[in-house]
């Protein structure tokens, strides 16, 4: 492998960072969190962000390994920071940190493995809950940072990540990331499909990195703890979640919880008739919060339109009809690069305020796995070229 090609960082895997459920346990003891990473591209060092975002308190974490698993040998190297002569990962609350660059030998289609230890206990508050084919983890209870595998007696699977939210590698200049933003439909499956899409039609020289969080609103957000774990709102979360290494363009499908979280204090307390923004509140918070940023950042932007919501619990005409001016904005907005019309790919043509047959996940407002993969095929190559 000829180093000397290798002379620019691009983040190669990412999620958000948000706030996990608030439940009686919040504190974690003698951990192993294990996350595994396919790599999308060659390289010769490594570097990974770290968040605490939004942590009230300074997490320490006691050591952390990077492996190649696809080798016999694992290839395991400890990821830290030195600070003041030591070799080691402290998160201040509310602060994101980088670790040190990481010699690695990065083989494009190669799994890696992160595991973080945490001896002391930890407040597992900065997590963001992820699925999708690609996006797997596990825990165990004990030190298991350096072993190959995980006891099986002693270990789990998880759909949270928690505290590690980017890898950057040092690549090829030809490489690139492409940030998907949004909610919880990001937050699921088509990310992933996405980039398996890339791998079918071998497009090697972009990776897809995933910013997003459940129940996140564009206007809003909740400060009580019953409703904490649905995020920031999107002027605090777009800034932060845009620091994407070697980023060239981001694909924004996010406000479909503006629209169905309103339902009266007299119902809810906490979700009161005026959170419910109008069409052109939304397309205000998506061109000054999301569009005149990145474009600063000298990125792309692409918008997703929003998908079907009937039978959903608080569905009703009014809210689709919301839906359906703020899907006419994005789709005729002249200050973006190009749409991708999600809604289109996956709804009923003869009742298009529906999921297609087969494209339901059952709640009426999450896609199926079919749907997923749909919304994959709906974006055009050329935005990602």
């Known amino acids: 492998m000829n180093n ?33 990473v396919k790599m999308c ?24 390994f990077v492996a190649d698993i696809t080798k016999d040998d694992g290839s395991y190297k ?14 201040p609350k509310g602060e994101e940190v980088v670790s040190d660059e990481v010699e690695f030998e990065v083989r494009k289609g190669a799994t890696l493995t992160v595991s973080l230890y945490f001896a002391d206990f930890t407040q597992m508050s900065a997590g963001t809950l992820v699925s999708g084919p690609l996006s797997k983890a596990q825990f165990a209870y004990g030190d298991f940072a350096d072993c190959r595998i995980l006891p099986r007696d ?31 439909i990001t937050a699921q499956s088509w990310p992933d499909y996405l980039t398996l899409r890339l791998e079918e039609e071998k497009i090697d020289n972009v990776s897809i990195i995933r910013r997003a969080v459940c129940g996140t609103r564009i206007l809003r957000q909740y400060d009580c703890i019953t409703y904490q774990a649905y995020g920031l709102k999107g002027e605090t979360r777009f800034p932060v979640e845009m620091n994407v290494a070697g980023a060239s363009a ?8 503006d629209i169905i979280h309103p339902v009266g204090e007299e119902v809810n307390q906490f979700r009161p008739w005026s959170d419910l923004p109008k069409a052109e509140e939304m397309a205000w918070g998506f061109e000054n919060l999301y569009v005149k940023h990145a474009k600063s950042l000298g990125l792309k932007v692409y918008g997703g339109t929003l998908l079907p919501i009937y039978g959903w619990r608080t569905y009703a005409p009014f ?67």
């Not at 390289?43 to 952390?64: D, M, W």
């Not at 981001?250 to 919880?257: A, D, K, P, T, Y």
Request: hydrophobic share 35%; charged share 25%; net charge neutral.
């Open 250 to 257: 981001v694909l924004i499908q996010h406000g479909i919880n």
């Open 4 to 36: 000397s090609n290798y002379t620019k960082w691009v983040a190669c895997w990412g999620n958000a960072t948000s706030i996990s459920d608030r439940e009686i346990s919040t504190y974690s003891k003698n951990l192993t969190l294990r996350y595994p």
């Open 41 to 64: 591209f060659n390289g010769s060092k490594l570097r990974f962000h770290f968040s605490n975002l939004t942590g009230t308190e300074t997490v320490k974490i006691t050591k952390a």
């Open 154 to 184: 002693l270990s789990k699977s998880t759909q949270w990540f928690y505290f590690l939210n980017t890898i950057d590698v040092l690549t090829e200049e030809k490489n690139h990331a492409f940030v998907c933003y949004g909610d919880s």
């Open 319 to 385: 809210r689709n009809e919301l839906r359906n001016q703020y899907n006419d904005y994005i789709r005729n907005t002249k200050t973006i690069d190009g749409v991708v019309d999600f809604d289109k790919a996956v709804r009923n043509q003869e009742k298009p305020e529906s999921f297609a047959e087969g494209f339901d996940s059952g709640d009426h407002l999450h896609p199926s796995e079919a749907a997923y993969k749909k919304m994959a095929e709906a974006v055009d190559l050329d935005f990602l070229k």
């Open 78 to 91: 400890p990821v830290y920071i030195m600070q003041n002569g030591k070799a080691e990962i402290v998160i």
